[in-house]
């Protein structure tokens, strides 16, 4: 006898500062974020049904929080979906601080991979979790702006808002 289980994907909408967000949650826990016009974001019937959730709740309450300046780490349990490398990627973004930033290759040598810094920065593009795992902080090797999923001009505005030097809302 084979069994077979069904996961649990449903999604919710949350205003915000930097533009509309979907919130994704796989088995009740936090699974994405991702912005309009989002680079790889999934197409919209892979996010479920629309749902309450109390992990939606704890997730818009944090992020209010964060962007009003009030919180600079989230406290929630996630459920990334990725290769074991881009899990550890993933990991290591949240241990960036809040309002700094580091490059590719720093990260690539926090990793013990010094040389994989493109293959970081492949994992960093595709991080389901954007604002909350802080893909926003990686730069490029001279400290420069470099792709993000959900555009420069976000980019900019999160790293503003971190540095408190921030336009109340991006859109």
Known sequence: MTTTTTETVVHTLV???????TLVAREGELS??????????PPAENFGPRADLPAFDDAEEQLAAYFAGELS?????LNMVGTPFQKRVWSALRDIPYGE??????LAEVLGRPTASRA?????????IGV???CH???GADGSLTGYGGGLARKQWLLDLERGTQQPTLM
């Open 73 to 77: 780490a989230f406290d929630l349990d």
């Open 120 to 128: 970081v920065g492949l994992a960093n593009g595709r991080n389901p």
């Open 137 to 139: 902080r990686v730069v």
């Open 15 to 21: 205003d915000s500062p930097c533009g509309p967000l």
């Open 32 to 41: 994405g974020l991702y912005m309009t016009d989002q680079r790889h974001r």
């Open 101 to 106: 930033t580091v490059t590719y290759g720093e």
């Open 132 to 134: 909350i795992v802080p």
